[in-house]
């Protein structure tokens, strides 16, 4: 009977040994992954339990705080895109400016783990303060933003591009009125008739300003606080492409190449990576553009 023993004996331990090899496997694979979701839950930075305007409400304080776009009375915010002060409310529930997420939460997770900016899409390189009409072209592919270097002074900014031709004579304003002053029981709130400065453009006023006005205009900041320049540049991507490949739109001759992502780290880590997202966002497209698909969906939350 020993005899019989040992050998399965001898046995169990070779699949033991083998069992914990392939633990150590992948454990290394997973260390990465591990990484991350131990800085994310330090950060606090996991993706709230619900959406709810409620649950949200901190954060979006907390993002107007960063960008520096509430008046110290708290009656208008600022909107980074048409660079002007929007009142506060148009009427209960209804925000002119929202926290507006750069890629959004219909896009894939796999892509925004991509990005490199941990769990949650609620983060501050990923949201900025965008009038509500703007917000809905912006989610549309209507709209994008790029980020750009001044070759002369070496000054980074973000331009504006207004992609569908269509857009460009329509009222800011009267888009957003036209979306969200339908059967309201209380008093509606319009934007004051006086002129404000826009850079860029000079003097404006709220309710004449135009899409096509914010053509290759500048995003306007009111502080230090700056979007994450990949988080534009992968929106645009998709944005450019399907106006090219499935709208049939003129962009201008407008091109992204892949050092527009806008990696801060130069190591060669982050040159594999930003390869690695640009061809899966051309792949992706190339699918899109296959089947005939591309329309994006658009959220309908207070904020996107």
Not at 18 to 29: E, H, S, T, Y
Not at 119 to 137: G, H, I, Y
Not at 184 to 204: D, I, K
Request: with cysteine; aromatic share 8%.
């Amino acid at each position: 009977m020993v005899s019989g023993v040992l050998p399965c004996v001898a046995g169990a331990m070779r699949v033991e040994q083998f069992v914990d090899a392939i633990d150590q496997v992948l454990d290394r694979k997973l260390e990465p992954l591990k990484t991350l979701v131990v800085a994310s839950y330090n950060n606090q930075h996991w993706a709230p339990a619900s959406s709810t305007s409620s649950v949200r409400q901190p954060f979006r304080c907390e993002v107007f705080s960063a960008y520096n776009a509430v008046k110290d009375d708290s009656s208008a915010t600022w909107c980074v895109v048409t660079g002007m002060w929007w009142p506060a409310m148009a009427a209960t529930g209804v925000p002119y400016v929202r926290t507006a997420h750069i890629i959004g939460r219909s896009v894939p997770e796999s892509d925004w783990v991509d990005m490199q900016s941990g769990c949650s899409r609620d983060v501050l390189e990923n949201v900025v303060p965008m009038m509500a009409s703007v917000e809905v072209a912006f989610d549309t592919h209507r709209v994008c933003v790029l980020p750009t270097m001044d070759d002369a002074t070496g000054v980074e900014s973000f331009v504006i591009y207004i992609l569908d031709p269509a857009l460009k004579d329509e009222l800011v304003y009267a888009d957003f009125s036209g979306r969200y002053n339908k059967g309201l029981p209380q008093q509606w709130t319009a934007p004051p008739p006086t002129v404000q400065e826009r850079a860029g453009l000079g003097e404006v006023q709220a309710t004449t300003l135009t899409f096509g006005q914010l053509d290759r205009q500048r995003l306007v900041f009111r502080g230090e606080q700056l979007p994450a320049k990949r988080c534009f540049t992968a929106h645009a991507l998709w944005a450019v492409g399907r106006a090219k490949q499935l709208r049939g739109w003129d962009t201008k001759g407008l091109e992204i190449t892949a050092d527009h992502i806008g990696w801060q780290s130069p190591t060669m880590e982050a040159q594999l990576r930003k390869t690695a997202i640009w061809a899966a966002m051309q792949q992706q497209l190339h699918l899109e553009a296959d089947s005939g698909s591309g329309g994006a969906s658009v959220e309908t939350e207070a904020d996107g």
